[in-house]
């Protein structure tokens, strides 16, 4: 399977604890997107990568919220001291593409994150 | 900052008949993409179809076309011959192509129930 895996699927955790979700890009794309997706809703941009480099970020990545591409490969987005409003889908997408032209963005299946 | 919105919280349509998704959003570039994904329940959220602004043709695939009017940032989705397996939930979604963020915003989604 090639396309986009995030791990973990399903993350329950308590108030105050820290988490961290990984995600693996399509293996040639130089863009990963980090997304949020609460209930009901859509999803909301948070952050991408071009490469290794974190090049922009929403006002909603408040932050307790961090995320890296160490190597331009995989990331990590991190969650400290979570609370009960960090419940939500976390998507990762990634792409090839350059400049401001558009190519197609792949998700994964998401990490579901439950903050009791 | 750009906003997308879609009216229709829920919509329904009898398998092999046609079904009209409505979205409007609100810019103020002159350079952007559309775009219509869907969601399948607990699956992946997939790309249906696309559209440059810069183009005044509407896009088609297959069985989906758009009716994109740029002045009313209008950007409404027909399905033809609507089969079981199209019933998920649809995102009308806008990237910025001329300055904004390059994430993507979505709309809070329609869901579609195909009925045998």
Same mark, same amino acid.
């Given at each position: 399977?090639?396309?986009?895996?995030?791990?973990?699927?399903?993350?329950?955790?308590?108030?105050? #604890?820290?988490?961290?979700?990984?995600?693996?890009?399509?293996? @040639?794309?130089?863009?990963?997107?980090?997304?949020?997706?609460?209930?009901?809703?859509?999803?909301?941009?948070?952050?991408?990568? #071009?490469? @290794?480099?974190?090049?922009?970020?929403?006002?909603?990545?408040?932050?307790?919220?961090? !995320?890296?591409?160490?190597?331009?490969?995989?990331?990590?987005?991190?969650?400290?001291?979570? @609370?009960?409003?960090?419940?939500?889908?976390y998507l990762c997408a990634s792409s090839q593409e350059?400049?401001?032209?558009?190519?197609?963005?792949?998700?994964?299946?998401?990490?579901?994150?439950?903050?009791? | 900052?750009?906003?997308?919105?879609?009216? #229709?919280?829920?919509?329904?349509?009898?398998?092999?008949?046609?079904?009209?998704? =409505?979205?409007?959003?609100?810019?103020?570039?002159?350079?952007?993409?559309?775009?219509?994904?869907?969601?399948?329940?607990?699956?992946?959220?997939?790309?249906?179809?696309? #559209?440059?602004?810069?183009?005044?043709?509407? *896009?088609?695939?297959?069985?989906? =076309?758009?009716?994109?009017?740029?002045?009313?940032?209008?950007?409404?989705?027909?399905?033809?011959? =609507?089969?079981?397996?199209? !019933? *998920?939930?649809?995102?009308?979604?806008?990237?910025?192509?001329?300055?904004?963020?390059?994430?993507?915003?979505?709309?809070?989604?329609?869901?579609?129930?195909?009925?045998?």
């Amino acid at each position: 399977d090639t396309g986009v895996s995030q791990n973990p699927r399903h993350k329950i955790t308590k108030r105050g #604890q820290n988490v961290t979700f990984r995600c693996d890009p399509i293996s @040639e794309h130089n863009r990963l997107y980090w997304y949020r997706q609460t209930l009901g809703q859509g999803p909301e941009f948070l952050t991408y990568f #071009q490469n @290794e480099a974190q090049l922009e970020k929403s006002r909603l990545l408040s932050d307790r919220f961090s !995320a890296e591409r160490p190597k331009g490969s995989f990331s990590t987005l991190e969650i400290q001291r979570t @609370e009960q409003g960090d419940s939500a889908m976390y998507l990762c997408a990634s792409s090839q593409e350059t400049g401001r032209t558009y190519n197609e963005q792949f998700f994964g299946p998401g990490t579901r994150l439950t903050v009791l | 900052a750009q906003t997308v919105t879609q009216s #229709q919280p829920e919509m329904s349509v009898q398998e092999a008949e046609t079904v009209t998704l =409505s979205c409007t959003y609100d810019t103020s570039e002159s350079d952007y993409y559309l775009f219509w994904y869907k969601q399948p329940p607990s699956r992946q959220m997939i790309l249906v179809i696309r #559209q440059e602004a810069y183009k005044q043709q509407n *896009a088609t695939e297959n069985r989906f =076309s758009v009716n994109f009017q740029k002045a009313a940032k209008s950007f409404s989705l027909k399905i033809s011959d =609507s089969q079981l397996g199209d !019933a *998920a939930m649809y995102f009308c979604a806008y990237r910025s192509l001329s300055g904004g963020m390059l994430g993507v915003t979505f709309g809070t989604g329609t869901k579609l129930q195909v009925i045998p």
